[in-house]
């Protein structure tokens, strides 16, 4: 048995706690919190920690495959110059180079602290690491084209990929790449085959996506016709992008809209309504690295949305930290309660990914992790710059 003090623990479900111990099993399942004067059986060896004790982060929005790009993109281009760096570079790039690239990443990741990813993938590129780690993994096999000629082919390679990670026993469903990038027929395709599955999509990372639905003009109509010349001209639906494609979905089936940077109320609004269990993934870091901006993170509140926390890849952001992710929230919303922020990091994104009855919170059972931050203001729960997290129990799922 392990007896961890702090200056502050934070179980997620339940206030913080001063001046108590957190009793962990030696295999990391939680066995309860307890104050000081419970605990006076000198046999206790207390190891005391100064910081905040907090469950293990979920990652709810990633690209592991992209961390060969760390530190090669420009920042504050939008996300049509984002698109077309990726292209560029993507060409030059060994596949060692990539493995090694995901390896490292990930151990960072896990090392700052999260114990749970919800990872997106266009390749095979994670899957040797995926299966050598014990992290829990859920691998969004993503899809895009606009051409309906290609949506039964590229349906197929999606569903040999997804093949390829459940064969190693890594959860895998098939996704959507974003609301405007794919035909009706691939829309269609993997509607008809999901069955309940998880499901995730980039959703109004910028207000082109709005321009495309309204009258089919703008940044992402001009792309779509330099990538497909062929197509027929799109002239929209004059409705908001999920209103625009919502009836391709089940609304039972649990939902995660990732970015969400220029969503309005009627947008929430409509989601809220139409579907009964959608979540909402926060990449603020990827946000300001691209578009220069950051969701309206209050209204998401007010509407009583689930908010996740996402890092997106290191394409577009300098670490994949979720405590980098809630340092910059915090900056920008400084009335967010810490204990709000870190609900969102843990609890919810286990919610998603349907692993809350192990991970999530200090629940007595679970096995959630273990992280220390330090460095933070314990008495106005304020994160610093200097702020640090990592992981120092594992999880286990
Ligand atoms: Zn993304």
Not at 44 to 67: A, K, M, R
Request: proline letters at 5%; hydrophobic letters at 40%; aromatic letters at 10%.
């Amino acid at each position: 048995m392990l007896y961890l003090s702090a200056d502050c623990i934070i179980p997620i479900e339940g206030e913080p706690c001063f001046n108590s111990v957190l009793v962990v099993e030696d295999d990391g399942t939680i066995e309860g919190i307890y104050t000081k004067s419970e605990l006076t059986d000198p046999l206790y060896e207390i190891i005391h920690y100064n910081g905040i004790l907090c469950p293990g982060f979920v990652n709810t929005h990633c690209h592991l495959e992209l961390s060969w790009a760390k530190g090669l993109f420009s920042e504050g281009e939008g996300l049509d110059y984002f698109i077309w760096q990726l292209g560029k570079f993507r060409k030059s790039i060994s596949e060692v180079y990539n493995l090694k690239a995901i390896e490292k990443a990930a151990t960072e990741m896990i090392q700052s602290g999260t114990v749970a990813t919800a990872d997106i993938a266009n390749g095979k590129h994670t899957l040797d690491f995926k299966r050598r780690s014990s992290h829990y993994f859920h691998t969004f096999v993503e899809v895009f084209s606009s051409d309906p000629a290609n949506a039964e082919a590229v349906f197929e390679k999606s569903v040999q990929l997804k093949a390829e990670f459940k064969n190693q026993s890594l959860a895998a469903s098939i996704v959507p790449h974003a609301t405007y990038s794919l035909s009706d027929k691939l829309f269609r395709l993997i509607a008809n085959a999901g069955e309940g599955e998880l499901l995730t999509i980039h959703h109004q990372e910028n207000e082109d996506e709005n321009l495309f639905y309204k009258d089919g003009n703008g940044p992402i109509a001009a792309r779509r016709k330099a990538f497909n010349p062929n197509l027929p001209a799109y002239s929209g639906t004059g409705k908001r992008p999920m209103e625009s494609i919502a009836a391709y979905f089940d609304p039972d089936q649990k939902l995660l809209l990732v970015h969400n940077t220029v969503s309005q109320q009627v947008d929430i609004d409509f989601v809220q309504g139409y579907f009964k269990q959608p979540y909402w993934c926060l990449c603020p870091n990827a946000n300001l690295f691209i578009e220069k901006k950051l969701p309206d993170i209050d209204l998401f509140r007010k509407k009583n949305c689930k908010i996740t926390i996402g890092t997106d890849s290191l394409a577009s952001n300098h670490q994949l930290s979720i405590l980098e992710e809630i340092k910059t929230i915090q900056q920008h919303f400084p009335l967010i309660p810490l204990t709000e922020l870190l609900k969102w990091s843990t609890l919810n994104g286990a919610e998603f990914l349907s692993q809350e009855q192990k991970l999530g919170s200090f629940v007595k059972g679970k096995r959630p992790g273990v992280v220390l931050i330090e460095n933070a203001d314990i008495n106005t729960l304020l994160l610093k710059t200097e702020t640090t997290s990592r992981l120092i129990i594992p999880a286990h799922t």
